[in-house]
């Protein structure tokens, strides 16, 4: 039972590029999300999505998209990066409750550290 | 809207001590409030949440935290520190009411706990 998984560990770009992260679950969890760390700011939700099928904006959408691949699956992709972009990226996942709802304890993959140029 | 304060960017300790950090939230309705630890180079850890009932909420590695509701507290608590709990700390809130599952993040304690 691996948690969350996340690809790659490291990734350099110049600016004007674009990649993906991917993240998985093998939780069985329903609700998954993503934030970017930065110094002193803590965690900012980027996106999330409750269920698959299902994607919502978080706090800082802006030059991301995200995609629900599947129940396992959840990537984040930039798709033309800037240096405002440069953070560590973590995805997270929820499990649900009776009723539908996440149960708020997140678990959270190992990150993804991105440097643009 | 929902924010939580970390008032402190750096505790150091020494081992053996008791070790508080802090947390205070904002709030419009009852919070479900959570603590976080981040070792380095590594994905956050659930420690310990509040949702509802006894104030004294304890959790992994012997840490424990109080929901103090008139003073919109979270402290987080350790009777003894140990060298090994040094770490990043993340005070995090959610509100009951409403569909949003969005968990806010304080931005971070630094505990250094010196032997």
């Known amino acids: 039972n691996a948690g969350v998984t996340q690809t790659p560990k490291f990734q350099v770009l110049k600016t004007g590029q674009s990649m993906t992260l991917q993240c998985a679950q093998d939780?069985?969890?329903?609700?998954m999300y993503w934030y970017r760390q930065d110094p002193g700011m803590g965690l900012r939700l980027i996106y999330y999505?409750?269920?698959?099928?299902?994607?919502d904006k978080g706090e800082v959408p802006n030059g991301y998209n995200v995609s629900r691949l599947n129940k396992r699956e959840f990537s984040l992709r930039l798709e033309s990066a800037a240096p405002s972009q440069t953070s560590v990226y973590f995805c997270?996942?929820?499990?649900?409750?009776?009723?539908?709802?996440?149960?708020?304890?997140?678990?959270f993959g190992p990150g993804t550290r991105l440097t643009v140029l | 809207a929902q924010s939580v304060a970390q008032p402190e960017d750096q505790v150091n300790v020494a081992e053996g001590n008791p070790l508080t950090v802090k947390c205070t939230y904002s709030v419009s309705g009852n919070p479900y409030l959570f603590w976080y630890v981040q070792y380095p180079n590594r994905g956050l850890q659930f420690l310990l949440k509040y949702i509802t009932g006894d104030n004294l909420v304890k959790g992994s590695y012997g840490f424990e935290a109080e929901f103090n509701k008139s003073q919109t507290s979270f402290h987080l608590k350790k009777p003894s520190a140990l060298v090994s709990d040094s770490a990043l700390y993340f005070c995090a809130v959610r509100f009951s009411s409403g569909s949003a599952r969005q968990l806010t993040f304080g931005s971070g304690t630094q505990l250094t706990v010196l032997p």
């Open positions: 999505s409750a269920s698959e099928g299902t994607t």
């Open positions: 997270a996942s929820s499990e649900v409750r009776a009723g539908g709802l996440p149960t708020d304890t997140q678990y």
């Open positions: 939780m069985n969890h329903n609700s």
